[in-house]
């Protein structure tokens, strides 16, 4: 039973413009968030958290928004680089020091310059 | 520091054969992790660990065993391979939380098939 939704499995923008990844979560216990960003035979890379006291974090050209009462958060990349393509996870665990992520199936950003 | 190394990259393994994936850190991290994904899915969380000497099961341990005599090691050990278990393996590692944000470093990861 998938608990971290990514419905888009892949996303294409143009270069300069904003890459935008949405991201579901179905268990009300998850209180705080993650983006991975994986590229090809490589480990996933920590981008950015949030905690569910916030509601938006921003860090550089990524910004994540979490909307607590629609389980649903979004990673917005402003502006998109074609160094930006690669696979974007977004895992949720119960807290931040928690052990289990749980991780959404991923959805594969290409950047066209 | 080199981070979070994994052996070998690739295995190619007949059903009922047994193997060790191998994962080592040299961050001094106390927490180690093992995930698995699955074509087309997310990872999922076999095993951890939160210290050498012990280990705890994630959320799809059957069919691995896992070992931790060190901060530094932590093996993945498959015993009879079966064709479900053909995934790519990854190891993670992190430091002691002291509250606020907390990061899971990743290895490379290990793609393993069994025929």
């Known amino acids: 039973d998938q608990q971290v939704k990514q419905n888009s499995p892949s996303l294409s923008v143009q270069e300069g413009r904003i890459s935008i990844l949405n991201c579901d979560y179905t268990?009300?216990?998850?209180?705080?968030f993650l983006w991975y960003k994986k590229y090809p035979a490589e480990g996933p890379t920590f981008l950015i958290s949030i905690s569910s006291i916030k509601d938006k974090n921003e860090d550089g050209r990524f910004t994540v928004f979490l909307n607590k009462s629609a389980k649903h958060l979004s990673l917005h990349i402003v502006p998109s680089q074609p160094g930006d393509s690669a696979v974007y996870f977004c895992a949720a665990s119960e807290n931040s020091g928690a052990n289990n992520l749980f991780f959404g199936t991923g959805t594969r950003l290409t950047v066209i310059p | 520091n080199a981070g979070v190394t994994q052996t070998p990259k690739f295995r190619i393994l007949k059903i009922g054969q047994s193997m060790t994936l191998q994962c080592a850190q040299d961050?001094?991290?106390?927490?180690m992790y093992w995930y698995r994904q699955d074509p087309g899915m997310g990872l999922k969380l076999i095993y951890y660990?939160?210290?050498?000497?012990?280990?705890d099961k994630g959320e799809v341990p059957n069919g691995y065993n896992v070992s931790r005599s060190t901060t530094e090691d932590f093996p993945l050990r498959l015993e009879l391979a079966a064709p479900s278990q053909t995934s790519v393996y990854f190891c993670?590692?992190?430091?002691?939380?002291?509250?606020?944000?907390?990061?899971?470093?990743f290895g490379p990861g290990t793609r393993l098939t069994v025929l």
């Open positions: 961050m001094n991290h106390n927490y």
């Open positions: 993670a590692s992190r430091k002691t939380p002291a509250g606020g944000t907390d990061t899971q470093y």
């Open positions: 268990n009300s216990m998850f209180d705080y």
């Open positions: 660990s939160v210290g050498a000497g012990i280990t």
